[in-house]
């Protein structure tokens, strides 16, 4: 069975300062890889996706992820972080898109 | 510019009564899922559907009902509601493109109460 690993429950950063979230999956064969974006009392907004292809893969608002197959990880990265992207980090995992198994979460928290 | 439209935003049950969160969305997507979210708990996949006529169990299904009678609709039923079942709940819908999966689109989430 497919699976996600968040390892922090919370993460503080200062704005500005930059910024890694950990995902770390379980899957049987090469997953697609999600990450998504929640802002207190919204639903859920796609940061960006891996299928195949290039490991470093581009999403809105400045975010980039990498995927690493060796270490079974999909880390998600900003260079700089704006106030704004205080909110809670979901990584997803799946072969399908109704079916997607998602990690607990990553609250971020930004400070002055 | 709908998207995906739940309703209601917000629902107090007692024990044992029963409701219907209506889930519709209005991009011809073919798939449609239901999720609920709990503190600490990430998204639980409760039901999806791959089109019309056609649906399946996720990983918490016990309680829940659904159908897919339309491409748009799919709404999830609880029988019988349990404090067990207080949680915020959303509905996605997702494609297929030529580049693989589509991304999920959520509505906004409906927020249940089970006293």
């Known amino acids: 069975a497919q699976s996600v690993t968040q390892p922090d429950i919370h993460i503080t950063v200062s704005e500005g300062a930059s910024l890694e979230l950990r995902c770390n999956y379980s899957?049987?064969?090469?997953?697609?890889l999600f990450w998504y974006v929640q802002s207190p009392g919204q639903g859920l907004q796609l940061l960006l996706k891996?299928?195949?292809?290039?490991?470093l893969v581009q999403g809105i608002k400045g975010f980039e992820a990498e995927f690493k197959r060796s270490q079974s990880s999909f880390n998600l990265r900003k260079p700089s972080v704006h106030w704004s992207d205080a909110a809670e980090y979901f990584c997803?995992?799946?072969?399908?898109?109704?079916?997607?198994?998602f990690g607990k979460g990553t609250m971020l928290l930004v400070s002055p | 510019n709908a998207g995906v439209t739940q309703t209601p935003k917000f629902q107090v049950l007692k024990t044992g009564q029963s409701m219907t969160l209506q889930c519709a969305q209005d991009?011809?997507?073919?798939?449609m899922s239901w999720y609920r979210q709990d503190p600490g708990m990430g998204l639980r996949l409760i039901h999806y559907?791959?089109?019309?006529?056609?649906?399946d169990q996720g990983e918490v299904p016990n309680g829940y009902n659904v159908s897919r009678s339309t491409t748009e609709d799919f709404p999830l039923r609880l029988l019988s509601a349990a404090p067990s079942q207080t949680s915020v709940y959303f509905c996605?819908?997702?494609?297929?493109?030529?580049?693989?999966?589509?991304?999920?689109?959520f509505g906004e989430g409906s927020r249940l109460t089970v006293l």
């Open positions: 996605a819908s997702s494609y297929t493109g030529p580049g693989g999966p589509g991304e999920l689109f």
């Open positions: 899957y049987g064969a090469t997953p697609y």
């Open positions: 891996y299928f195949s292809g290039d490991t």
């Open positions: 997803a995992v799946g072969a399908g898109y109704s079916t997607l198994t």
């Open positions: 991009m011809n997507h073919e798939y």
């Open positions: 559907s791959v089109g019309a006529g056609i649906t």
